[in-house]
């Protein structure tokens, strides 16, 4: 692999848009070139993913709806409403590969919430805190953490499984059963 290109994007962070170089990478021998998204990035959204997970968090939890976690981080309702509509649609998902990873970096099964989206918020807290044992972790964050080992798509339309590399295995929890 090596550096070929970039492009500019526009991030938003505290209801201000910055501009920012999101480099691709090129592989040398079959020509496939892909992007090299920051941890704070997500894909398809404007928005950093600290914004995104708090906003998921607070609605989640039940500490607040949507219009006043939007208002509390200057974004649109419409746009955090659209934030909690894919963060359900994909918390089964999310949930199974984020509590199976907490047991492949060594920590306790979590038990099982009844609530999808809830049992998805809880297994991320976990993850990362199961992985802050692990050099460089603890400092990104927890949001930036479920966005690294989702690549980005966090929040995405893909149904592509979820994985992270540690060391030199790759961690790719299984499939829920539908």
Not at 72 to 101: E, I, K, N
Not at 130 to 142: E, F, Q, S, Y
Request: glycine residues 10%; positive net charge.
């Amino acid at each position: 692999m090596s550096w070929w290109s970039g492009y500019q994007r526009f991030v938003r962070s505290g209801g201000v848009s910055r501009s920012i170089f999101v480099p691709r990478v090129r592989c040398r021998s079959c020509g496939r070139t892909d992007v090299v998204l920051p941890s704070f990035v997500a894909v398809g959204r404007l928005d950093v993913v600290d914004s995104i997970g708090a906003v998921v968090e607070a609605v989640v939890d039940g500490t607040s709806g949507v219009r006043p976690a939007a208002a509390a981080l200057d974004v649109p309702h419409t746009t955090a409403r659209a934030w909690v509509r894919r963060f359900r649609s994909r918390a089964q998902a999310l949930a199974v590969a984020f509590a199976a990873l907490i047991v492949e970096l060594g920590g306790d099964p979590i038990p099982v919430a009844v609530d999808a989206a809830a049992y998805a918020v809880t297994a991320i807290g976990v993850a990362y805190a199961a992985a802050c044992g692990l050099p460089g972790w603890a400092v990104v964050g927890r949001w930036r953490f479920a966005s690294t080992v989702c690549g980005g798509s966090l929040l995405a339309a893909n149904k592509d499984p979820l994985s992270i590399i540690i060391g030199n295995r790759r961690f790719m929890p299984p499939a829920p059963s539908p």
